[in-house]
């Protein structure tokens, strides 16, 4: 076999590769968006009808059914218990309280407000980084499939032109 055509069928098996691996993978990544979906859509997560900041306005009153929708769910959180505890973190909040050997219960409540309201923050944010990871494997799966059948196309036209 000459160099042009063992170029053509290795260029031929690789792009075939690629074609078939290609939508395996989106697929793969779309499943993982609908599993995300599932589970935000059993959390009953809703915006508030009111109160929300005019950038999220749109958003009042619906079901939080996205990565994206986490994400600003998320922020009204992270508002919301900044407000609470008066811009200050779990951490400092627990520190202050050990600091009067946990004898205060207002500050003890504030605590488990801070603490509640992040780890929900966390949650909703890690659904969403796993949907910009689901949006990023669907992206390969497609730019996978596109340079497969371009290096299909590539190994027929060498293998033609002998």
């Known amino acids: ?29 779309g499943k993982g968006r609908a599993q ?19 950038e999220l306005a749109a958003q009042a009153g619906r079901q939080v059914l996205t990565g994206p929708q986490a994400r600003m769910f998320a922020e009204v959180i992270g508002r919301n218990v900044a407000q609470a505890t008066g811009g200050r973190t779990y951490a400092e909040v627990s520190a202050e309280l050990l600091a009067t050997d946990e004898d205060d219960p207002k500050l003890a409540a504030l605590r488990q407000t801070a603490f509640t ?5 966390a949650g909703l944010l890690n659904a969403y980084q796993a949907w910009q990871v689901t949006s990023l494997v669907i992206g390969l799966g497609g730019l996978l499939t596109g340079a497969g059948a371009a290096l299909l196309a590539t190994g027929a036209v060498l293998a033609q032109d002998r």
């Open 1 to 29: 076999m000459s160099m042009r055509g063992t170029a053509a069928a290795l260029l031929s098996a690789s792009g075939a590769a690629m074609v078939v691996a290609g939508p395996v993978l989106a697929a793969m990544g």
């Open 36 to 54: 995300i979906r599932a589970e935000l859509r059993r959390q009953v997560i809703t915006f508030p009808d009111k109160g929300l900041p005019g």
């Open 117 to 121: 309201g992040q780890m929900l923050r």
